[in-house]
């Protein structure tokens, strides 16, 4: 389905560029030995025993304190000159011992430039990635000409294979240290310190005591989640899902026919190799068969049949293969190169383990309690956290697994440790995390690359905290009320910035046609809702509006239907019977949610009623534009140029519409952008990142004073592609319409033309009225009255497109348009005229102020703060920000205000964030505003100070803003 090409990982681009090169390639698939290969103390032999390609490797026959020289080896001048140049192998080795294999890399004087010391303290395969630079320090200027591997002193000796031995010039960049080598990384913020979570002792600073019995509440609800439950009735839903799963484990059986049991004489599993997803699809011409296709496909379905079906044979091959895969690397304190990703493709094992545990031998179960850790990475729950938060990778993939790792562990007491520890984890990850840090914001937007990431991560991270939740309620370890709040209100949030099922066009990352989301959620809303001693009202309510909807039941049924382990397992018959379950209680749905919400850290603003939803987003220095790949979402450069995207909810129509064939993404509605050539709009060339670019503007603000009113305004510039390109635009929202107003728009671009998007439309042509200088146009659902602006279109038949023009380098063009809901004339034509209800007070570079003559309301985006403006009731501010005035009863006024500036750190692009630049927290300001006259001045929010010049009849407020929030101010005249 489409849904699981949403869930992809990593791009074909990013995966190209990060693989090491596999040019100069020792296979040993030859008859015969390099005849220059030397050992002194032992023999060299071709085996066929063991292999990681093909059907041989080298056999090292050791005895204590033996050399084996490489003189010469291929690639290795070309590693050596290369700033990235090292190498990599894969190393089996038979009998563990606890010291050190050397790699010792000497020049042509026979001088030692640098080192590997690999530990051989295992059995089984270990793989190294390393560099000659980076990790071994080898001077950059110096040559290798020669290699020599010295095998310990200690003991009597040993046997090692070497296979894939490779001096290559460029190592991945996603290499890391394991249990036997390290690498120099110190930024964990791609790769994570695996070896540093491993190595963290088991302590919590007060562990929560529980009886067995509570620790078995929460094992029989997991065994329930994955299982279902025999009592309860099924319904429509809880069938399909029990079909679909029946089909799960057939496919998996069948898939598991190609695994053949097999040990040989010293018990040991014999069995085709297999490679972590960080190796390419094939290697010196031989395809790479990988964990993740067991993982996803076999291990799994496994379980299920042997716990639903009483399958033996089922349970002995999932046995082997824990063998098999522990024999091939998969194992405690073994990297595989780079478990980058690996992480987030393991499901199958993880939750077969749960399964099975109790039909594993006890060497068994010690031995995957030990990989559990490792791969979980569950030591982190035994750290001191330096701020909250959690990557959503991390969550959607781990959390659940860091569960079965502490409710797994045979020791009562280290049980508790583990419990308490993993509690404390999970309060702190789904705590309101700083700056560029993920997941939640203080606005209940989702992060993931740093940015508002809402088609995939952040819903799987709500999900994960929410099962989570269900999971430990009631017991000792339930998550705390804060947790609970958080959760409650990023799934209550998320409901509303959905029209429908989709989430803003602009919060799709890379996935433009993954807009459809929110039906994921529902299993969230139920475990979430049943996490309380009687279901929680407003999140059932919401629960069973989404259920409801006629529109949403094939995509609900679709999500039924689905039972897949490709990433974070959640089909299970146990959630579809929570929703069930959730889905019968006597709490009403809700009603159409409507309103406006401005969410800073997204860079939006949604407005919403019964009949239409508008997303409207900007970017600036602290949130990128958009998010690309060389296959995903090549053309989005816009996305974030001032979208007005709209929703009609009676005709069933939207604005964004990339899934036509011939939707044009220079013309996004709302938009001001260049019109570019295909090839240029897809070029990454003006970036070193190509995409999640930021801007050097702090000015991206928005207020939501009612569910009537509310207001978008940024400061647009491009640093990354053509660093003359501003604009200034502006969008107020009203009952009836939206008024956009840009300014200031300019580029020194005499090639292509700029232009603003009305809209564009398939289906159905638009119409236009045109008069010289006004002109009202109609798209299928809403229309377009333009007061400023030369309007051009484009008819392509059942494709329409209508923009303003502001032609070829333009230097201060600005426009004037109102979308009006309803398609009338009179309204229309009301608002071009001398007797509209909409009075402009200010459109250049310094404000936008509108009045609404009607409501008695101003709406402004004051962009100078430098500037005095006389004439309106905020007369002064001390720095930018936008408001809504609205008149109340007595001469009263509600003053609603948003100063935007988040006050940390930025650089042009993602790429360029350092740990520590992504973790820095929002700074306050106090902001001081100017009244003219004096007044009485109230914040429900927070403490404010008020001070009065009568002699000038002003009042000066002060108030600490920070991170965009909103504030109300009411004003109160005072006539002492």
């Known amino acids: 389905m489409m849904k699981n090409k949403l869930y992809i990982?990593?791009?074909?681009?990013?995966?190209?560029?990060?693989?090491?090169?596999?040019?100069?390639?020792?296979?040993?698939?030859?008859?015969?030995?390099?005849?220059?290969?030397?050992?002194?103390?032992?023999?060299?032999?071709?085996?066929?025993?063991?292999?990681?390609?093909?059907?041989q490797s080298l056999k090292v026959n050791w005895k204590r304190n033996a050399t084996l020289l490489l003189p010469s080896p291929q690639g290795i001048s070309e590693a050596s000159k290369s700033r990235n140049g090292g190498m990599n192998v894969w190393v089996y080795n038979e009998i563990p011992v606890n010291s050190h294999l050397v790699f010792s890399f000497k020049n042509n004087d026979g001088k030692e430039v640098c080192q590997l010391p690999f530990l051989l303290n295992f059995k089984g395969w270990r793989c190294i990635w390393a560099k000659f630079q980076e990790d071994m320090k080898k001077p950059s200027s110096v040559q290798i000409e020669s290699v020599e591997l010295h095998f310990p002193a200690q003991g009597k000796g040993g046997v090692t294979y070497l296979d894939i031995l490779e001096f290559t010039p460029k190592v991945s960049w996603q290499n890391m240290s394991d249990a036997q080598y390290k690498v120099n990384r110190t930024d964990f913020s791609l790769i994570p310190n695996f070896t540093g979570y491993r190595n963290t002792k088991a302590k919590t600073a007060q562990v929560i005591s529980s009886g067995s019995e509570q620790i078995e509440v929460i094992a029989n609800r997991l065994t329930g989640w994955y299982l279902g439950s025999k009592d309860q009735p099924a319904d429509k839903w809880v069938k399909m899902r029990k079909e679909s799963e029946k089909k799960f484990i057939q496919s998996g059986l069948k898939a598991s026919g190609k695994v053949k049991i097999q040990y040989d004489q010293d018990k040991n599993p014999i069995g085709e190799t297999l490679f972590p997803m960080g190796a390419p699809a094939t290697i010196d011409g031989i395809k790479a068969e990988k964990f993740r296709t067991i993982n996803e496909k076999v291990l799994l379905p496994l379980a299920l049949d042997y716990r639903k079906n009483k399958n033996e044979a089922s349970l002995q091959k999932a046995l082997y293969i824990y063998d098999w895969f522990n024999d091939q690397g998969w194992a405690d304190g073994s990297g595989m190169g780079t478990l980058c990703?690996?992480?987030?493709?393991?499901?199958?094992?993880?939750?077969?383990?749960?399964?099975?545990?109790?039909?594993?031998?006890?060497?068994?179960?010690?031995?995957?309690?030990?990989?559990?850790?490792?791969?979980?990475?569950?030591?982190?729950c035994y750290q001191t956290p330096a701020h909250p938060g959690e990557v959503a990778d991390n969550l959607r993939a781990l959390a659940i697994p860091k569960l079965i790792y502490a409710l797994s562990l045979t020791n009562e007491q280290e049980r508790q440790v583990a419990l308490t520890a993993f509690k404390q984890y999970m309060d702190n990850a789904l705590g309101i995390a700083p700056g560029f840090f993920g997941t939640f914001k203080a606005d209940f937007s989702g992060y993931h690359h740093r940015g508002p990431y809402h088609s995939a991560y952040y819903p799987h991270a709500l999900y994960a905290g929410s099962l989570i939740a269900y999971l430990l309620h009631d017991t000792p370890y339930a998550l705390s009320e804060t947790t609970m709040h958080n959760l409650k209100q990023g799934l209550l949030t998320f409901r509303f910035f959905c029209a429908g099922l989709d989430v803003p066009a602009g919060t799709v990352g890379r996935f433009p046609e993954g807009q459809q989301t929110l039906e994921t959620l529902l299993p969230a809303f139920a475990y979430?809702?049943?996490?309380?001693?009687?279901?929680?009202?407003?999140?059932?309510?919401?629960?069973?509006r989404i259920l409801a909807s006629n529109d949403n039941q094939k995509a609900i049924s679709d999500y039924v239907?689905?039972?897949?382990?490709?990433?974070?397992?959640?089909?299970?018959?146990?959630?579809?019977?929570?929703?069930?379950?959730?889905?019968?209680?006597?709490?009403?749905?809700?009603?159409?949610?409507?309103?406006?919400?401005?969410m800073p850290y997204s860079g939006l603003l949604v407005a919403k009623d019964e009949n239409f939803h508008f997303n409207i987003k900007g970017f600036n220095r602290y949130i990128w534009d958009f998010e690309s790949s060389a296959t995903e979402n090549t053309k989005g450069r816009y996305l974030a140029y001032g979208q007005v995207e709209y929703f009609d909810f009676r005709n069933k129509r939207k604005s964004f519409a990339p899934q036509e064939a011939n939707f044009n993404w220079n013309y996004i509605s709302g938009a001001t952008t260049k019109v570019l050539p295909e090839q240029l709009l897809q070029d990454k060339g003006g970036a070193s990142s190509g995409h999640r670019n930021f801007s050097d503007e702090t000015f991206l603000t928005g207020v939501h004073a009612s569910p009537q009113e509310a207001l978008f305004s940024f400061r647009m510039h491009d640093i990354t592609y053509d660093k003359s390109f501003r604009a200034n635009k502006s969008v107020f929202v009203f009952d009836d319409f939206l008024l956009c107003l840009g300014t200031n728009i300019q580029n020194k671009d005499q090639t292509y033309p700029t232009v603003t998007t009305l809209f564009q439309a398939f289906g159905g042509n638009g119409t236009n009225n045109r008069s010289d200088k006004e002109t009202i146009l109609t798209d299928p659902s809403l229309m377009y009255v333009v007061k400023k602006g030369v309007v051009s279109t484009i008819d392509r038949g059942r494709h329409y497109i209508a923009y303003i023009d502001h032609g070829k380098a333009p230097q201060d063009a600005m426009y004037l348009y109102y979308i009006l809901k309803q398609k009338d004339k009179e309204v229309a034509e009301?608002?071009?005229?001398?007797?509209?209800?909409?009075?402009?007070?200010?459109?250049?570079?310094?404000?936008?102020?509108?009045?609404?003559?009607?409501?008695?309301?101003?709406?402004?985006?004051?962009?100078?703060?430098?500037?005095e403006y006389n004439g309106q009731l905020v007369k002064r501010v001390n720095i930018p920000l936008s408001y809504i005035l609205e008149k109340q009863a007595k001469e009263s006024y509600?003053?609603?205000?948003?100063?935007?500036?988040?006050?940390?750190?930025?650089?042009?692009?993602?790429?360029?964030?350092?740990e520590e630049d992504v973790i820095q927290e929002e700074k306050p300001f106090d902001t001081q505003i100017t009244i003219d006259g004096l007044y009485k001045v109230a914040c429900p929010q927070k403490t404010i100070n008020v001070s009065q010049n009568k002699e000038k009849k002003e009042t000066r407020i002060t108030i600490s803003t920070v991170r965009g929030e909103n504030y109300t101010l009411i004003l109160h005249p005072d006539n002492v």
């Open 9 to 55: 990982i990593c791009s074909l681009f990013a995966l190209l560029f990060s693989l090491p090169s596999f040019a100069q390639i020792y296979s040993f698939e030859e008859k015969t030995i390099p005849s220059d290969w030397k050992i002194n103390k032992g023999t060299l032999t071709l085996s066929t025993n063991k292999y990681k390609l093909g059907n």
């Open 341 to 380: 990703f690996e992480k987030l493709r393991s499901s199958g094992y993880f939750h077969s383990f749960f399964l099975l545990k109790d039909q594993l031998t006890a060497e068994q179960l010690n031995r995957e309690l030990h990989a559990l850790n490792w791969f979980t990475m569950f030591g982190i």
């Open 528 to 544: 979430a809702a049943l996490s309380s001693k009687t279901p929680d009202k407003e999140l059932t309510a919401a629960f069973k």
């Open 561 to 598: 239907t689905e039972v897949n382990s490709n990433l974070a397992y959640t089909s299970t018959v146990g959630e579809i019977e929570l929703v069930q379950q959730l889905a019968t209680t006597s709490i009403k749905q809700e009603e159409a949610v409507k309103g406006t919400l401005f």
């Open 830 to 867: 009301q608002l071009l005229s001398d007797n509209s209800p909409i009075e402009v007070l200010s459109q250049n570079n310094d404000a936008h102020i509108v009045h609404h003559k009607i409501k008695g309301s101003w709406h402004a985006a004051l962009f100078n703060a430098d500037k």
């Open 894 to 914: 509600k003053l609603s205000i948003c100063e935007p500036d988040m006050r940390r750190v930025s650089h042009a692009h993602m790429g360029l964030l350092s």
